[in-house]
């Protein structure tokens, strides 16, 4: 049984940073894609960011490219997201997935195409 696991949210104030973890069990994480995704009251989840297999390739949301950082520790199926001055507008829900494939390619934010999902951490910017 796949289970996927985030933590690290929390209340910071504008300009602050925090780090996302997400683990997964249950399934060979070397072999998967991940990925990170958000979603605030009232709006559609959306792609944050996306990291192939083994690291090499990154892809970010243009909201957040230069502020968030995505990275995987293969050793310890675990997904990080540091994120560096946090507005309030990255309030929201945060979720980890794992994709199919073991790349993130051009559908790398497209929901559909992650099997796996956490229950997600909750991230709060306060301005």
């Known amino acids: 049984q796949v289970q996927v696991v985030e933590s690290g949210g929390g209340l910071v104030q504008a300009g602050g940073s925090l780090r996302l973890s997400c683990t997964a069990s249950?399934?060979?994480?070397?072999?998967?894609?991940m990925g990170w995704f958000r979603q605030a009251p009232g709006k559609e989840r959306e792609g944050v960011s996306c990291?192939?297999?083994?690291?090499?390739?990154?892809y970010y949301a243009d909201s957040v490219k230069g502020r968030f950082t995505i990275s995987r520790d293969n050793a310890k199926n675990t997904l990080y997201l540091q994120m560096n001055s946090l507005k309030p507008e990255d309030t929201a829900m945060y979720y980890c997935?794992?994709?199919?494939?073991?790349?993130?390619?051009?559908?790398?934010?497209?929901?559909?195409?992650?099997?796996?999902w956490g229950q997600g951490t909750q991230v709060t910017v306060s301005s």
């Open positions: 249950g399934l060979t994480f070397d072999e998967h894609a």
């Open positions: 990291i192939t297999w083994n690291g090499g390739t990154t």
């Open positions: 997935a794992a994709k199919a494939e073991t790349y993130c390619l051009g559908s790398w934010s497209v929901s559909l195409k992650y099997n796996n």
